[in-house]
């Protein structure tokens, strides 16, 4: 059983028969924001992503290229790190499933499933796509396609199988038991209702090609690349051993976010097959939505692949992130325009936040001689904007608990909005000459709030808070959500402050596009 204060959270592993995209990188992006809030709140994090290296869809791409399909993986596996890197993001670990440790995983885990009288020898005949890597029902087909849209085709091979359809009723009971075991609610319903539709035994092994893990004993059969990749969450945390201190910290693991695409594979098949070999299943499935670009499906045909390295240059990494945890509520399907990226970045982080921490930071320059002001007794508004920021960490964390991401920051940013219209009202620089003590309680209240906001927004946007934190002198021990409110917490009047400079820039169209009809017909 995983310590109480532990944080495990996982991305799906990438396939590397592609580049990294936009998808991709929300996906990472999502984890890094939850396992920074939760290391920031005092919790033990284990963050994992990494990619997913075998079978026939990978074998393709590498002959396509006319590479070994090791020499592929490598050098693609390569990009999804090294955008891990440049995004920043946290990840405790990487794993790739053509890591020997993780191999000898998938082993241990088919011989404790075999052991138990859970896989059988039979064949298979029937419809595969190696696009999804799945195995589909003729009842399943629309128009001879998958129901994703993918071309199938007949398969007819011997066949080692998974007793799924033995674990109909104790998938259904776990659902029961566990009503956010997958979240959000309407992909827990379309779960259920599938699995109360029935369950057939799942083909687990192929013979057709050899890119992956052999079956124990059986090296004709390639144990099926959905298998394969699902025990990637465990070998990362030192399965086989589960008496390990890494898997006894982390297992059962508390999140695996994935895209609503692969949600049968990690709500259906991945518990039924933690079930049968005696291991405990995760704690919760998260599936979000599906990101399209400019209203259109992101597909390399389309050529609007949004490369997030062309994102982060044109943007910023904070921008970026901002736009994709905050444009939609998680777990519903977005689109990305220029303009709604641009939008964003200008609106909240420029002109509501960052102008806010501008404004403060450099009155205090001007009027409090550089260092934290001293506040004066209290007013009701002051205590009125204290209270509201005072109160944010809790409504903060409640949305957090349940990877409301863009909820969470709408709280923050409400609190944003609630200071600016406080500056405005409270009118500070008028005060400078007729009431300083009020000036300076009134600055006090606005830099103890905009500290508040800082640590809060560390998760999401990281780079900007911590420039807002060094303007505000807070050291680095102070940074945790621990320092939030309580004894010690606080601005201490008197500290100096560093000159301020600007957070959050506003993004200026480099050579703007003219609108087409002020452009003049050719003559
Ligand atoms: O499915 N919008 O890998 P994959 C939102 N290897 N998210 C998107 C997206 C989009 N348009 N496109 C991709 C696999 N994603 C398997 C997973 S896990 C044991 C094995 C994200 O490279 C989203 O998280 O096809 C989706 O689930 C994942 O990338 C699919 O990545």
Redesign the pocket.
């Known amino acids: 059983m995983s310590s109480a204060d532990a944080l495990y959270v996982t ?5 590397v028969n592609d580049v990294p ?1 936009i ?2 990188a ?2 990472t992006l999502a984890c890094d924001t939850m396992a920074r809030f939760a290391r920031l709140d005092g919790r033990r994090v284990r963050f994992l992503t990494g990619t ?1 290296e075998h079978g026939q869809k990978v074998e393709q791409a590498a002959a396509a290229k006319g590479l070994t399909p090791k020499l592929f993986t490598d050098q693609v596996s390569e990009r999804f790190r090294t955008l891990a890197d440049r995004m920043a993001l946290t990840n405790d670990d990487f794993i790739r499933t053509t890591e020997d440790r993780h191999k000898r995983g998938v082993q241990a885990l088919w011989r404790e499933l075999a052991r138990r009288d859970q896989i059988y020898l039979g064949s298979y005949a029937g419809w595969y796509s190696v696009r999804d890597e799945a195995f589909y029902a003729e009842s399943e087909l629309i128009d001879g396609r998958a129901p994703t849209g993918a071309p199938v085709e007949w398969v007819e091979e011997p066949s080692y199988f998974f007793r799924l359809s033995a674990w109909q009723e104790p998938l259904l009971r776990l659902y029961e038991e566990r009503p956010d075991f997958i979240l959000p609610a309407t992909r827990r319903n379309e779960v259920v209702s599938f699995v109360r539709g029935g369950l057939q035994d799942l083909s687990v092994s192929r013979t057709s090609f050899r890119w992956g893990v052999s079956v124990p004993d059986d090296p004709d059969h390639i144990v099926y690349v959905w298998l394969d ?2 025990t ?1 969450y465990m070998t990362a945390v030192g399965y086989p051993d589960v008496e390990s201190e890494l898997f006894r910290t982390f297992w059962p693991a508390d999140l695996h976010v ?2 609503k ?2 949600l049968r594979f990690h709500a259906v098949y991945w518990p039924a097959f933690l079930l049968a070999a005696g291991l405990e299943p995760p704690r919760r499935i998260y599936a ?1 939505g ?2 399209t670009v400019e209203g259109q499906k ?1 597909s390399k045909s389309l050529g609007n692949v949004i490369d997030p390295y062309d994102l982060m240059e044109t943007y910023g990494l904070d921008q970026t992130r901002y736009f994709l945890l905050r444009e939609v509520p998680f777990g519903n399907d977005g689109d990305f325009s220029r303009a709604a990226m641009i939008n964003r970045m200008n609106h909240d982080l420029a002109n509501d936040y960052g102008n806010l921490v501008q404004r403060v930071l450099s009155m205090i320059q001007r009027n409090c001689g550089g260092q934290v002001p001293a506040p004066g007794e209290l007013s009701a508004e002051d205590r009125g904007l204290l209270e509201a920021s005072g109160a944010l960490l809790e409504r903060v964390r409640a949305e957090m608990a349940v990877q409301a991401l863009s909820r969470a920051l709408e709280l923050i940013f409400e609190v944003i909005g609630a200071a600016n219209r406080y500056v405005d009202a409270q009118a500070p620089w008028a005060l400078r000459k007729s009431d300083p003590g009020r000036m300076a309680t009134v600055l006090y209240a606005l830099a103890e709030t905009i500290r508040r906001l800082a640590l809060l927004t560390q998760a999401f946007v990281p780079d900007g808070s911590a420039r807002i934190l060094d303007q505000l002198a807070v050291p680095e021990e102070a940074r945790t959500l621990t320092s939030f409110a309580g004894e010690g917490a606080g601005l201490v009047p008197g500290t100096p402050l560093p000159a301020p400079s600007g957070v959050f820039p506003r993004f200026v169209e480099a050579s703007p596009s003219m609108p087409i009809e002020t452009v003049a017909p050719r003559k």
């Open positions: 991305t799906p592993i990438y396939y995209h998808g991709h929300y996906t997913d990749a699902l990637n994935i895209g695409d692969i979000h599906w990101w992101i």
